[in-house]
C-alpha cells in the first residue's frame, strides 16, 4: 500500500484515535478528573495534528496538480476527519459543562 491509500489510512487511523480520546475526555471531566480529561484533550489533539497534516498534503498535491484521484477511501478519511473535529468542540463544551456543575 502507498501513495494515496497510504495517506487516506494515516489520516483514518490519526483523526480515529482523536475522537477517542476526545471521547475519552468527556468520561474523565463527568468522573471530575479534569486533569485527564485535558490530558486526552491534549493528547487528542497531538493526534488530530498529525491526520490534519497528511490532509494537509493530498490540499498541496491536488493544488500542484499531482492529485492522483477521489476515492470512497478519501471521503471516508475526510468524514473522519471532520468528526473528529466536532467531538473535540463537543468534549470542550462538556468539561466547561462538567467544571461548572462541580463548583
Known amino acids: 500500500m502507498e501513495g494515496l491509500e497510504l ?5 483514518i487511523a490519526n483523526v480515529g484515535g482523536a475522537r ?3 471521547i475519552e475526555a468527556i468520561q474523565h471531566a ?3 478528573d479534569f486533569d485527564k480529561a485535558q490530558e486526552a484533550i491534549t493528547e487528542g489533539e497531538a ?5 490534519h497534516h497528511a490532509h494537509a498534503k493530498l490540499i498541496q498535491q491536488e493544488a500542484n496538480g499531482e492529485f492522483e484521484k ?8 475526510e468524514d473522519q476527519l471532520m468528526s473528529a473535529e466536532a467531538f473535540k468542540i463537543l468534549a470542550l463544551e462538556f468539561i466547561d459543562v462538567y467544571k461548572r456543575f462541580a463548583a
Open 20 to 22: 477517542s480520546l476526545f
Open 7 to 11: 495517506t487516506c489510512f494515516n489520516i
Open 30 to 32: 463527568k468522573a471530575g
Open 47 to 51: 493526534c488530530f495534528t498529525e491526520g
Open 70 to 77: 477521489v476515492t470512497l477511501l478519501l471521503l471516508h478519511a
